[in-house]
């Protein structure tokens, strides 16, 4: 099961939302409960004022737009335009826009490029724009609808009217995530949530906070859903403290760039000093986006009452220490060798015709982590994963000293 929350049924609760708070919440904040629609004059300012208020500029805005590594929560002022784009990385999931090609990077950008800067809401988009006023006529409620060639969307908003006349954008709401984007006492913008028990929304917010990473590729693995997620109770990433995902799950779902150290991949998945390693998942890119990929048992233990010739060790290492030699993987099964993860699929799947063995991957230290999952990837392409275990990485001894194990 995956999100799937029509953009319908999300207008719809957050007007029934909208009505019951303004009967509910107390404070000079409340609005009168009476709605009456806007007129034209009103309509015509909120176009003119809506792309600016969800606008990015500056530098913000060239980072956002070339894909520099962005964080939302590092922004100073979370507006609309870059908080929709540091999400859209979370493929293959209908959040709150839905992209024509999520990965089209440079149609997006063409779409909503404006003087000095880029806004997801362009006057020249918006196909639909509705709006009431309170009965006093200081606040407004509305909906404004945008659509390009990249993407459409719906974005709840409220606005107030300011002393001097003139109407300003306070706030848009997310109801599909269950965010909302609005300006604080010290005039800038910032993103909330609502407390959550989804998966997937838990998901979708904690790879928002960590920001986008380049993610390691993989084939055989499960689409993001409610049953692939069940499993892990913690997300983890280097740059947030862990989050909770699956209430009662006892492994962890780490979201680690490709490039990264092996070490690394074993340091988030540690139970705790001395206690062993969690079970384990990585998010990868699989074949329409994000995915999950179940991952070996971490063990130093070799095999009991195995022959030796019944335990495959692969052993994984890289062709150089920097640039491309660093992305070219050696894969040495004793002294059988090659760079081709596809070549080590057909080893492996040969020699399982032969006898049936468990697998041991061996990563040296420093290894990038894409190449682990590679090495995991081809042991369930040849079926022999659930006899497979990664071993942790030890730096080897000087002369004369005790190898790896």
């Not at 990433?237 to 989050?243: F, G, L, T």
């Not at 206690?275 to 095999?303: F, H, M, N, Q």
Request: glycine letters at 8%; one cysteine or more.
């Amino acid at each position: 099961m995956t999100l799937n929350i029509s953009r319908k049924w999300a207008l719809a609760l957050f007007g029934a939302v909208c009505l019951a708070g303004a009967v509910c919440r107390g404070g000079e904040d409340a609005p009168p409960a009476k709605l009456a629609p806007a007129d034209e004059k009103t309509l015509a300012e909120f176009r003119r004022i809506l792309p600016l208020a969800a606008a990015m500029y500056g530098k913000v805005s060239q980072d956002v737009l070339l894909g520099n590594r962005v964080r939302l929560e590092e922004l100073k002022d979370q507006r609309l335009t870059p908080a929709m784009l540091l999400s859209r990385y979370f493929a293959g999931q209908e959040m709150d826009m839905d992209f024509v090609a999520p990965e089209d990077v440079v149609g997006t950008a063409k779409a909503i490029v404006m003087k000095g800067g880029a806004t997801v809401i362009k006057s020249e988009d918006i196909t639909k724009l509705s709006a009431e006023l309170s009965q006093d006529g200081k606040v407004a409620k509305g909906v404004v609808e945008v659509k390009n060639n990249a993407f459409s969307a719906a974005f709840p908003f409220e606005a107030r009217k300011l002393e001097n006349g003139m109407w300003q954008i306070r706030a848009f709401d997310l109801p599909r995530t269950g965010r909302r984007l609005e300006i604080d006492a010290d005039g800038r913008w910032r993103l909330s949530a609502q407390p959550t028990a989804d998966p997937l929304l838990r998901l979708y917010r904690a790879m928002t906070a960590a920001g986008p990473k380049t993610l390691p590729v993989a084939y055989k693995a499960e689409g993001v859903g409610q049953e692939a997620l069940k499993p892990y109770g913690q997300f983890r990433a280097r740059e947030i403290k862990p989050q909770p995902l699956v209430d009662g799950g006892k492994g962890v779902l780490l979201y680690v760039d490709a490039n990264v150290g092996y070490e690394e991949f074993l340091s988030l998945s540690k139970k705790g000093e001395g206690e062993g390693y969690c079970p384990a998942a990585a998010l990868i890119c699989g074949r329409d986006g994000t995915w999950v990929l179940p991952l070996p048992p971490v063990s130093e233990a070799k095999p009991q009452g195995q022959k030796k010739d019944d335990v495959i060790e692969i052993r994984l290492d890289v062709a150089g220490k920097e640039g491309r030699l660093r992305d070219t993987p050696v894969i040495r099964i004793k002294d059988w060798e090659t760079n081709s993860v596809n070549e080590l699929t057909k080893k492996l799947s040969q020699l399982r015709q032969v006898a049936d063995f468990s697998v041991r991957i061996l990563p040296e230290p420093g290894t990038p982590f894409k190449h682990v999952v590679s090495a995991v990837d081809a042991t369930m392409w040849a079926k022999i994963d659930a006899n497979t275990v990664l071993v942790p990485a030890v730096e080897k001894k000087a002369e004369g000293g005790a190898e790896r194990p």
